[in-house]
């Protein structure tokens, strides 16, 4: 097939010179946290080749501890600490190698935001301050002495990384980590030579590069990230104030600028969620380097889009473009831009579900898009390449959602006849709802980049058949269908009752067939009337109430929010929290928190403080609470109530088939199976996991349950450092 | 009681194609083949019928095609008809509407029907004549566009709506037998299901002949021929990006082409 790569994104694929190295293309994926560190290396090594594999110039680790004293467990970083490091981390680069990509390290020194919770030591830092961000960790105001000593950290990291096979070194200054708390006033509040002009602040930056490029430069690519802007103003670092002074400061020391914005407390402005930033969104600030800088330029904006990638370059805003989540999302995104097959793109949606792995502290990372994120090494999942299939049975998947259109994907991949059937004409089942509420628009690239890729595999897969706008399956029609496997997808459903995570029980008075009471299915159906005062019952820690009170008050309705469960919890971890609650303050939504619905009436709801029975617990037989009672009773008036209480599975057409077993054989059916929502309401990623997963091990004894995987835990027996000792010894 | 449902699989040009080395078509390695979209409805009113009856009536799918159009045919037959017959010779390769018409009008002598639909017309030619033509050859009442049809399996009358310019509709009463062609959204297709696809490949399917039909070569020469094929001209536009110096440069290259310098 002759390539139908247009000539404008030629310019993508020039080599460029950084340093002593040369990146073959344009596309560097930017250090970003995936679980793995130097501790899982066989998971490190994997996930970075499957990308150089698909055609990335450079890839990076994470961000890199340079020393025990910037440790920031429970968030999983990975380390250069010492010689057991070196030999783990060596897996990756030797992976990466392999694919003519560059490897890429970043060094980071987290001073007072890393908490040193297992090495147990005290961050130092260019003043004492308590992290905004890790609020129970101050550090050590350094002195001269200290300042040589961590910089002779960066050093002795640098050397271990280049004895790595790393190619690039980045000293890490962006998410107010490292130099850039010396650079930032907001941290730095010195009177030596180190503080208070900007030249003196950005002394340590200036000087650390020094030291590293002495040590490693010849050997290796010089890079430095630096959150040009802090968004806070003359608070903060601000671009055409010191940010460019200390581009010019800096720049005979460096390879190549790594640019981004904002800092760590509210790294989403980085990290930007699509429901709030569209790709490029940084470039206001970044476009200002390469005017003033000598050497290249790249930075991060979730570019996902090619046209935006070669006019970014061609404009002179960056000359190389830097992707993480669309890296996460699609490993193989530069060689599909390559061949010119821009519609297998799996694009990233921006839900930052990957971070949130992160954020959570501990968690490998998933992507919504891309279920084999984080599963190359410990489940061999290739994001590109599928086993084929082992048998000749023929699979009917019931619901074209997210779990069952990836099952159907990946059953086609491998070359299974598969009908995905589903009542709706679309492909994507609630996913062509959640795409409706405000800013999750782009959400809508999951749902797109199944139905392509369905499209084609259904012409290239004989008899197979993709049965929209089908009549619903009952179980008798299931049993006729002729299939030999079924997988039911079938979704999940709001409560109507307010069943919720609080009581478990239904609301009484609750009834969403009444006019006024109304799920978020039917908000989305448009067949009732809203009222102008609504009150919002929200049980459901992620996205569907902060989005339903948005939308709604944005159409000028009266929103009071009772939460009982901390409103939109999760979006603290994706990094939509703080520009969320400016959302809902600006819209004025009255959020009544740490509260719960104890009954409904005609017009009003009756809700307490969670925290409102006695604090004194004691024993008063039974039948009685062991506490005061809760009298913190208040009533608030609504004309319409929104119930966002909490999911239940559709599951009653696999719990009718499962309850006919014994038909099954009579009818050729070897197995009947559940996965996502219908399973138990989950996330779209685990959803979309569910259906990759069962479609991977459709051949297995039981595909209802997975297959063990590859762990990756240290084996008794063996010292991690070489030479050095595994058994329990006392220092006495 | 039989309906014949006369069906065609049609070309879908890829995003991609090129012209075939005569002009006269495009390659064949630019196709993608698929039972026409109109047959779908076609074939589903037939079921519906049969359905109604209680599945006594005997739904029979005929193609005009090569092996080729074997998948086509089991397309049809995956959704529930009885058999089918697929009529080949070289010296259909390049048959048009009125070819096709006589060569139908054989297996209806042959098979006598009491109903014949065909589709409205195909997606790829969209010459709606085969079904008239059909008619037209066997002297049987006809109607073309059916929108909506009560007729019950052995009915001596049909009535019908029917779709006429300006948006107006006719309703009629038509003798039985007689060709329909049908219009799209008359029903809603229905999905073949595994089982329906593994037994349409049990199904039986006479392969016939010209001559087994008693038709000559000559009487099969298609009554017009394409003389040639291409892609028409457009107009051509072009985004300029880029840096104000950029585009300035881009836009003196675009006229400095143009004029030719």
């Not at chain 1, 002009?197 to 002394?203: A, C, K, L, P």
């Not at chain 1, 290239?460 to 496997?485: E, F, H, I, M, P």
């Not at chain 1, 479609?695 to 084996?715: F, M």
């Not at chain 2, 014949?116 to 085969?130: L, N, R």
Request: aromatic share 8%; with cysteine.
């Amino acid at each position: 097939m002759a390539n139908n790569r247009p000539a404008k994104y030629d310019i993508l694929f020039e080599p460029i010179k950084i340093g002593p190295k040369t990146m073959k293309n344009r596309f560097h994926q930017s250090p970003h946290c995936i679980g793995a560190g130097s501790d899982k290396p066989g998971f490190q090594a994997a996930h970075r080749a499957v990308k150089a594999e698909g055609g990335w110039g450079a890839v990076n680790t994470e961000y890199c501890s340079i020393h025990p004293e910037s440790d920031d467990t429970m968030r999983v970083s990975a380390r250069i600490w010492d010689a057991g490091d070196v030999h783990n981390l060596r897996a990756m680069t030797d992976a990466v190698h392999k694919f003519d990509c560059l490897a890429g390290i970043e060094l980071w020194y987290g001073g007072a935001h890393a908490p040193n919770m297992e090495t147990r030591q005290t961050p130092r830092g260019p003043s004492q301050f308590a992290s905004e961000f890790e609020t129970m960790t101050y550090c050590h105001e350094m002195d001269h002495a200290d300042i040589k000593q961590v910089q002779q950290y960066y050093v002795d990291a640098a050397l271990r990384a280049r004895d790595a096979g790393f190619d690039m070194v980045n000293v890490y200054g962006g998410h107010a980590y490292g130099p850039l708390q010396w650079l930032n006033a907001y941290y730095n509040r010195r009177t030596d030579k180190y503080g208070g002009s900007v030249e003196n602040r950005g002394r340590f930056w200036v000087e650390t590069l020094e030291k590293v490029k002495n040590a490693v430069g010849d050997d290796c690519a010089i890079a430095s990230r630096f959150a040009i802007d802090t968004l806070y103003g003359s608070s903060g670092v601000e671009v055409e104030e010191d940010g460019l002074k200390m581009i010019k400061m800096a720049d005979d020391l460096v390879d190549v600028w790594d640019i981004n914005v904002g800092d760590i407390a509210q790294w989403g402005e980085d990290a930007g969620p699509s429901r709030f930033y569209r790709q490029g969104h940084q470039l206001p600030w970044q476009k200002f380097v390469k005017q003033h800088s000598k050497k290249p330029v790249l930075g991060v904006g979730r570019f996902t889009d090619p046209e935006k990638m070669a006019e970014v370059i061609r404009n002179g805003e960056l000359d190389i473009i830097s992707c993480a989540r669309p890296s996460i999302s699609d490993p193989f995104m530069p060689q599909k831009i390559k061949e010119g097959r821009l519609d297998d793109i799996r694009t990233c949606i921006g839900c930052n579900v990957c971070i949130s792995r992160w954020e959570i502290g501990g968690p490998p990372m998933i992507c919504t898009q891309n279920a084999t994120s984080g599963e190359e090494y410990r489940r061999s999942w290739h994001p590109e390449k599928f086993e084929k299939a082992k048998s000749k049975d023929t699979i009917l998947v019931i619901g074209a959602g997210p779990a069952g259109s990836e099952a159907a994907r990946v059953l086609m991949e491998r070359g299974y006849v598969t009908h995905l059937v589903d009542s709706a004409e679309k492909v994507g089942g609630h996913l062509n709802d959640i795409t409706t509420l405000p800013g999750l628009g782009e959400w809508g690239y999951h749902r797109d980049y199944r139905e392509v890729q369905l499209e084609k595999l259904v012409k290239k897969n004989r008899d197979s058949q993709l049965a929209l706008g089908a009549k619903r399956l009952t179980a008798d029609a299931v049993l006729s269908y002729g299939a030999d496997k079924v997988i039911i997808a079938t979704g999940s459903s709001w409560s109507g009752t307010g069943v919720n995570a609080l009581t478990h029980d239904p609301i009484p008075g609750v009834d969403a067939r009444k006019p006024n009471h109304v799920t978020p299915e039917q908000i989305f159906a448009g067949d009732k009337k809203i009222g102008k005062r609504v009150v919002l019952l929200n049980a459901d820690p992620y996205f569907m109430g902060p989005s339903l009170a948005e939308m709604l008050a944005a159409k000028g309705h009266d929103v009071t929010v009772i939460d009982g469960v901390g409103f939109g919890r999760y979006m603290h971890f994706t990094l939509e929290a703080p520009n969320m609650h400016r959302r809902l303050h600006e819209l004025h939504i009255d959020v009544i928190g740490d509260s719960w619905v104890s009954k409904v009436e005609e017009g009003r709801v009756e809700y307490y403080n969670v925290w409102g029975e006695g604090s004194r617990r004691e024993y008063r037989g039974p039948g009685v609470l062991p506490r005061e009672e809760n009298r913190s009773h208040k009533w608030v008036e609504y004309d319409t109530l929104v119930l966002v209480t909490g999911r239940q599975s559709d599951d009653s057409l696999f719990r009718d088939l499962k309850a006919r077993k014994d038909e099954w054989a009579k009818n050729d059916i070897k197995g009947v199976y559940v996965i996502g929502d219908a399973w138990a309401p989950k996330i779209l990623a685990d959803s979309t996991f569910d259906g990759h997963r069962i479609a991977r091990e459709i051949e297995d004894a039981n595909p209802q349950l997975p297959l063990p995987y590859k762990r990756e835990v240290s084996v008794w027996g063996t010292a991690y450092q070489p030479g050095g000792e595994h058994k329990q010894e006392w220092r006495i | 009681m039989k309906i014949m449902v006369a069906v065609k699989q049609v070309a879908f040009l890829d995003d991609e194609f090129e012209i075939r080395d005569d002009g006269r078509d495009v390659g064949e390695d630019f196709f993608e083949k698929d039972l026409n979209e109109f047959d779908h409805f076609s074939v589903e009113q037939a079921m519906l019928i049969k359905e109604a009856a209680g599945g006594d009536a005997e739904v029979v799918i005929v193609i005009v095609g090569d092996e080729d159009a074997d998948d086509a045919l089991r397309t049809a037959l995956a959704k529930g008809a009885d058999r089918g017959i697929r009529v080949w010779d070289d010296a259909l390769a390049e048959a048009d509407g009125i070819a096709v018409a006589k060569v139908l009008a054989k297996l209806v002598e042959r098979e006598k029907p009491d109903m014949v639909f065909t589709g409205a017309q195909s997606a790829d030619f969209g010459s709606a004549v085969t079904g008239m033509a059909l008619a037209g050859f066997l002297g049987w009442p006809h109607a073309a566009v059916v929108s909506n049809l009560d007729y019950a399996s052995g009915a001596r009358t049909a009535t019908l709506r029917r779709e006429l310019e300006g948006g107006l509709e006719e309703i009629m009463t038509i003798r039985c037998p007689a060709v329909l062609s049908i219009q799209l959204g008359i029903n809603q297709p229905r999905y073949a299901s595994l089982r329906g696809i593994k037994q349409a490949k049990q199904k039986p399917v006479d392969e016939l002949s010209l001559d087994d039909l008693g038709l000559s070569a000559a009487e099969v020469a298609p009554a017009s021929r394409v003389r040639r094929m291409y892609a028409p001209e457009r107009g051509k536009a072009e985004l300029i990006t880029g840096s104000a110096a950029e585009q300035a440069a881009r836009l003196a290259e675009i006229i400095k082409e143009l004029r030719g310098m």
